[in-house]
């Protein structure tokens, strides 16, 4: 008898254990979870940090763009004026040219 009742202390011990145990693991999985969970998080707003940057990165490389094109645009226009402005000089040294010769009649 004492010895079923040696027994029967040791199974409830070993049950005891092993109640605790399932108690720690169900802990430990739910801490887990709770630690995917905003690691999913994190990942997603890594991700809309990434596609932000991205869209920065393509509206950055349209300004760069237009800005060369402009940069282009502003050159042929000085390219167009200083053509007009060395015409100028010529036909105002012919007119000057014109004006000493009727003046020298």
Same mark, same amino acid.
């Given at each position: 008898v004492a010895e079923l009742a040696s027994m029967t202390d040791q199974k409830q011990a070993v049950?005891?254990? #092993? &109640? /605790? %145990? !399932? +108690? =720690? *693991? @169900?802990?430990?999985?739910?801490?887990r979870q709770a630690v995917q969970q905003q690691l999913a998080e994190r990942e997603a707003q890594l991700?809309?940090?990434v596609a932000e940057l991205a869209s920065m990165t393509d509206?950055?490389?349209a300004v760069q763009q237009q #800005? &060369? /094109? %402009? !940069? +282009? =645009? *502003? @050159?042929s226009e000085a390219e167009h004026?200083?053509?007009?402005q060395q015409q100028l000089a010529e036909r105002e040294a012919q007119l000057s040219d014109k004006v000493a010769e009727l003046a020298s009649m």
């Open positions: 049950q005891q254990q #092993l &109640a /605790e %145990r !399932d +108690a =720690e *693991l @169900a802990s430990e999985a739910e801490h991700s809309d940090k509206q950055k490389q #800005l &060369a /094109e %402009r !940069d +282009a =645009e *502003l @050159a004026r200083q053509a007009v």
